[in-house]
């Protein structure tokens, strides 16, 4: 340690200096900063909300509501640390139904950028401004009813945190994800963005059910609104609704999960759980359902204040709530959904491999007899090629699965799965193994130490730039184990779904022959399906072997 260090007095920081450290918590990015002040306008209580970004909102955030405003004598107030307008004791906290109550967002927002506020209370005549280069002073502008908070260069004076920046178009996909989210949990507000200059989207408050649905296709995509139900389900004091996708519908990410309490969207472990296991029945491992729900509950049965980002919650019946959640998913996905074919039964039945194809680009056999017989999903095997592709028929279709990474799916559903229910077994390693580590990866091994456990890593820190593993996880096998690690802690990671980049990880590696190698050689084949109609029954294993190793090249 650097001795200068123990011999410093202690002293208090300065209040810039403690601000633009407590920013560090949940200031992280431009999209941290359009959240608070997105939530901000909300509990406002603004019916209409503008945002202007610039440079993916790394130049500028200019967010303007049509909310109750700010008094000019209190704008001061706004920007202070630990000053809200939301709470006024503890006890707020257990039946809150604003979005803030930290009171920090502004006052760590603005300890970074160049900004400016101005407001026009409502009743008011007159509108007041403040800016950075004169904090404290009050002067009189023009503003409508409302507020308008424009920030600029963030992290200017901070450029160890400016340095974490990424590309415009990351910055500005962070971006759009929030709005999409505010957009989707507040169908009775209008939201309109731009960025550069370009009106992206204009969004006027859905009254109804159709404006509803039409939003959320705007957002979400057609395809999803067309592909789902809509439920409605109210039980003592509980409601759900929103939008669940359909069992023949599923996506390879989890980005389209959209869970909201009380117009907050949430990460939670038990709603995962309960979403997974009501689509247990339908979804091939690795596929993921798609969902924009919102859960209305009594705010006193939630607890919002377990993370600075308000993502996580705490809830005080946590049993009911996954069981009515699961129910009403469970009983809605199955009155519209009684024909389709139980996955789960196929995998239990065959010896659990999986397709990296989608079932709608499976090769057709001509003429091929439907078999009476009840099959498992994929069928029979019908041979396996370079000793690691299995060839199935099932009634009238082939699969060509690949049994090494069909493996790796299904270890990983298993995990993730006892990863939810808190239950992932551990193997120890035989030799300890020591894993050196960069400065970024140090930081994040600090802040992720609690998700690896979880996860069922068993890790001590043995030196300053280094780790030492003593266990890993069950379902998972030795030899990806230390990349695996690096990767976790290089990685953006959301705490409530690892799993993202776990399988980004193991699944979507280069070196093997992959769904797209496998769908260009099956567009190929379809392409030559009239040639070779005639020729598909006499067809050999040497010629799969041989397009195969073509399209391995
Ligand atoms: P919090 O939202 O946790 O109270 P903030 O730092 O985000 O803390 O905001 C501080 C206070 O500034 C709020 O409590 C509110 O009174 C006021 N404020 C901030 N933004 C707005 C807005 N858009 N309209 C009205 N008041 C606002
Ligand atoms: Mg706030």
């Not at 469970?330 to 519209?336: A, E, I, M, Q, Y």
């Not at 680009?361 to 009840?374: I, K, N």
């Amino acid at each position: 340690m650097n001795p200068l260090l123990l011999s410093a007095p202690i002293r208090i920081l300065p209040q810039q200096l403690a601000d633009q450290i407590a920013a560090g918590e949940v200031i992280e990015r431009p999209a941290s900063v359009l959240k608070e002040l997105l939530e901000n306008a909300l509990d406002a209580g603004a019916t209409r909300i503008e945002i202007e970004l610039k440079i993916g909102g790394m130049e500028a955030i200019r967010v303007t509501d049509n909310g109750h405003g700010i008094p000019g004598e209190e704008l001061p107030l706004a920007i202070s640390r630990h000053a809200t307008s939301k709470i006024r004791q503890l006890d707020d906290l257990l039946r809150l139904h604003s979005l803030g109550f930290r009171g920090e967002a502004l006052a760590s927002i603005c300890s970074v950028s160049q900004w400016e506020i101005s407001s026009c209370q409502a009743g008011e005549t007159s509108a007041f401004a403040m800016r950075y280069n004169q904090p404290q002073q009050v002067h009189e502008v023009n503003h409508a009813t409302g507020t308008s908070v424009w920030i600029r260069k963030l992290f200017h004076n901070t450029p160890a945190r400016r340095k974490f920046l990424r590309a415009e178009r990351t910055e500005f996909r962070h971006c759009d994800d929030v709005f999409r989210r505010m957009a989707l949990a507040r169908f009775d507000v209008g939201f309109y963005l731009k960025h550069n200059g370009r009106q992206l989207q204009k969004l006027p408050a859905a009254a109804d059910d159709t404006a509803r649905a039409r939003r959320v296709a705007q957002l979400c995509g057609q395809s999803f609104v067309q592909n789902s139900f809509y439920l409605d389900v109210t039980h003592s004091n509980m409601r759900l609704w929103g939008w669940i996708s359909q069992p023949d519908y599923s996506r390879q990410q989890t980005d389209m999960q959209y869970f909201f309490i009380n117009g907050r969207i949430i990460r939670d472990r038990v709603i995962n759980h309960a979403m997974r296991q009501a689509y247990n029945a339908y979804l091939r491992p690795g596929r993921h359902a798609a969902y924009v729900l919102h859960f209305e509950i009594d705010p006193a049965s939630v607890d919002v204040n377990v993370h600075p980002t308000k993502h996580e919650v705490r809830f005080r019946e946590a049993r009911m709530i996954h069981d009515f959640l699961s129910r009403c998913l469970r009983d809605s996905l199955r009155s519209g959904a009684s024909d389709s074919v139980p996955f789960n039964q196929a995998v239990n039945e065959s010896s659990l491999y999986y397709s990296t194809r989608d079932s709608s680009e499976s090769l057709r056999h001509h003429d091929g007899q439907a078999s009476a017989e009840h099959e498992t999903f994929f069928g029979q095997v019908l041979t396996v090629l370079l000793g690691r592709y299995l060839l199935t028929q099932a009634g009238e279709r082939l699969y060509l699965i690949d049994a090494g990474r069909a493996r790796t799916r299904i270890n990983l559903h298993h995990w993730e799965a006892a990863w939810e229910a808190n239950d992932v077994t551990q193997r120890p390693v035989l030799i300890p193994e020591r894993i050196a580590l960069d400065t970024l990866q140090r930081q994040r091994y600090q802040q992720r130490r609690d998700l690896f456990q979880q996860l069922g890593f068993d890790i001590d820190q043995a030196g300053p730039g280094e780790i030492v593993l003593r266990a890993i996880p069950g379902w998972l096998s030795g030899s990806d184990v230390v990349a695996l690690i690096h990767a976790l802690l290089t990685a953006e990671i959301d705490p409530a779904s690892p799993f993202d980049v776990i399988r980004a990880y193991l699944l979507d590696r280069p070196g093997d022959l992959g769904s797209i190698d496998i769908r260009h050689w099956l567009r190929g084949m379809e392409r030559e399906r009239e040639a070779l109609r005639d020729c598909w029954r006499v067809l050999t294993q040497a010629d799969l072997q041989y397009w195969l190793g073509q399209s391995a090249k």
